[in-house]
């Protein structure tokens, strides 16, 4: 049996994967995790590699939505990440470089254990003087990794070859504040911790292989985008954008993978047992579950089949903070293994957040809840005209343009309704709209349009969750200082529909509320489940649907914008239609909301 990386990281999940996984990988259209035949291993892996590019995208993303990614979209990026390492490891170290974006061509060791045969397929392997090196290259930013401070000063020091080192392995001085951001590194689970545990993995198949060479230097990287990357605006003679070699940071985790040693070879006993087994009885879940999370176990939609649909434990609000029993806090996990997993099986006494004392209200009695005092309040900081509007953006991995950096949320739509007074909008003709056409920088385009739209009469510009049109009004200010004061001005105006809906503490305290008032939820209904998503809650106060619209999310509006190059002229004009439809339906949905909530009061 032979067993990938990828494939262990799921079987060290839960004592049942393996056996649901034997169930499942009968079925013709199954992707194993383990198997006989090494095609299908290296496909398993490829496919691995582009699920970095998905929690890279939302880890950047301020959007509650988390769908699958259209891989074919992206690819061609991941690819030239891998060279762009390439290009940069061979700037920076010495001797042979072996590497391939494809599994397939890949270096490799295999080592064997218990009659299994483990495999691991390096992104890089550099053969020096002094040993291996080996790069496990990660299509996602330094970002999580430079926030990593310990006394207000990052645990890692960056030398000349734009490496990270941590301060422990240069004998700098440390403390405990320090030892508690290293011990990230060995959660598995989390976003630090997930990337050093693949190379870990690595390196432990590696030199436990007949074809290691024992008694040698190895080092053992992460290679991953440079968060502080600014692109400069260079292209080629074929217009392609031209990089330096500082785009990718390099992470020495030779230490980190030294001390996880002894753990991989835990788990890999762990997974021999759970083969060897093959138990598919129910286990406790956990955060190993990774539910609603980008890399959500495949089998949740049968380990969680024993929570009830929008009124579960995990429905209540902030529910991550657990639930307290006198001055014992209970995890939402603990609660669940122990038999509460419907909303109301929680004795109400444990309900500490009046939130959730809310939420428990309206599944008790059916009825949804409203604050109309403070629906009204909101609703009156409202200036006519309002401007409702949103961006689309696409958060190409690579910047594409000048002042863009790696994972740069790049605008190349807008959507904007004008309501001149309350509830006076035309849905067709009062919508303007920028859709960009092409791939070309249309940035000062879409600014123009922007500002001849939105004039600077002090109304209201309205938009659901507003840190993303803050951040990106605020970036284009600064990428265009021409139109700074008008775009600052705007993002001065912008007023949240999600205040409304949800609440907003500081805009409520300076309302007047008391901090208690102020942090209530305004509106609650059974069906919302928990989440304030736009999509949620357009159907809860109109009759509008995104279902039958070619366009029906962010995400497949990006990929439609991505592909543009691949279009024939005829597929073009109905994309490019789907997508002006698309982020109209969304400034419409806001117009829509903000009349039945006025309506309500």
């Not at 496990?136 to 926030?147: G, I, V």
């Not at 074809?211 to 400069?232: C, E, M, R, S, W």
């Not at 939130?355 to 009204?376: C, D, M, S």
């Amino acid at each position: 049996m032979k067993i990938s990386k990828t494939g262990f990281i799921n079987l060290i999940r839960c004592n049942r994967f393996a056996a649901l996984e034997e169930i499942n990988r009968h079925k013709e259209e199954s992707l194993v995790t383990f198997t006989d035949n090494m095609e299908d291993l290296m496909t398993l892996e490829n496919i691995a590699k582009r699920n970095v590019l998905l929690d890279s995208i939302y880890d950047l993303d301020d959007s509650e939505d988390r769908k699958d990614l259209h891989f074919e979209v992206m690819q061609p990026y991941y690819n030239q990440v891998e060279l762009l390492t390439a290009k940069a490891v061979k700037k920076h170290f010495k001797g042979e470089f072996i590497y391939s974006s494809d599994t397939f061509k890949q270096a490799s060791f295999s080592m064997e254990k218990d009659g299994y045969q483990f495999y691991c397929f390096l992104d890089g392997l550099l053969k020096g003087e002094k040993g291996y090196s080996v790069f496990e290259t990660k299509a996602t930013t330094s970002r999580k990794y430079l926030k990593m401070e310990a006394n207000k000063e990052s645990i890692f020091v960056v030398d000349e070859n734009n490496i990270l080192r941590l301060k422990k392995d240069l004998n700098l001085e440390t403390d405990n504040k320090y030892e508690a951001q290293e011990r990230k590194f060995f959660d598995k689970y989390s976003d630090v911790g997930s990337y050093v545990y693949d190379l870990a993995f690595q390196r432990f198949v590696m030199e436990n292989s007949k074809d290691f060479i024992q008694g040698k230097d190895h080092k053992y990287y992460l290679a991953l985008l440079n968060y502080d990357y600014i692109f400069d605006g260079r292209y080629d003679e074929n217009n392609e954008p031209i990089y330096s070699e500082d785009i990718i940071m390099f992470i020495d985790f030779t230490s980190i993978t030294e001390r996880y040693l002894p753990i991989i070879e835990r788990d890999m006993r762990q997974v021999i047992k759970n083969l060897d087994t093959m138990n598919a009885n129910p286990v406790p879940l956990g955060k190993f579950c990774q539910y609603n999370k980008n890399r959500e176990c495949k089998f949740t939609d049968v380990c969680f089949a024993i929570l009830p649909e929008k009124v579960s434990l995990l429905n209540y609000l902030d529910n991550h903070h657990g639930f307290k029993e006198n001055n014992i806090r209970h995890s939402t996990y603990d609660l669940i293994n122990a038999g509460y997993h419907h909303m109301l099986d929680i004795p109400v006494e444990w309900l500490t957040r009046e939130n959730n004392l809310i939420q428990r209200q309206v599944v008790e009695t059916k009825k949804p809840y409203f604050n109309y005092g403070k629906i009204t309040a909101g609703i009156n900081e409202l200036k006519y005209p309002i401007y409702h509007l949103d961006f689309e953006s696409f958060p190409c991995p690579l910047p594409r343009y000048r002042g863009e950096r790696p994972y740069a949320q790049s605008l190349f739509q807008f959507s904007v309704h004008i309501e001149k007074a309350p509830g006076v909008c035309d849905k067709e003709k009062d919508n303007y709209y920028f859709l960009a056409s092409d791939h070309q920088d249309h940035r000062e385009n879409l600014i123009k349009q922007l500002l001849a739209v939105i004039k600077p009469d002090g109304g209201s510009v309205c938009v659901y969750n507003i840190a993303f049109e803050k951040t990106r009004i605020r970036e284009l200010g600064e990428l265009f200082p021409q139109y700074e004061n008008r775009l600052t001005d705007i993002a001065n105006r912008l007023f949240d529909l999600l205040h409304i809906v949800k609440t907003n503490g500081p805009l409520y305290r300076r309302l007047g509320y008391s901090e208690r008032e102020a942090k209530k939820i305004n509106f609650y209904d059974e069906r919302l489940g928990g989440s304030y998503s736009i999509k949620v809650v357009l159907p809860l106060f109109t009759n509008l649907s995104y279902g039958d619209l070619n366009i029906s999310d962010g995400e497949q509006a990006f990929s439609a914008y991505a592909k543009y190059p691949t279009l024939s002229e005829e597929e073009f004009l109905i994309t490019y239609q789907s997508l002006l439809e698309y982020c109209k339906q969304d400034t419409w949905a806001m117009v829509e909301i903000l009349k039945s909530l006025r309506e309500l009061t």
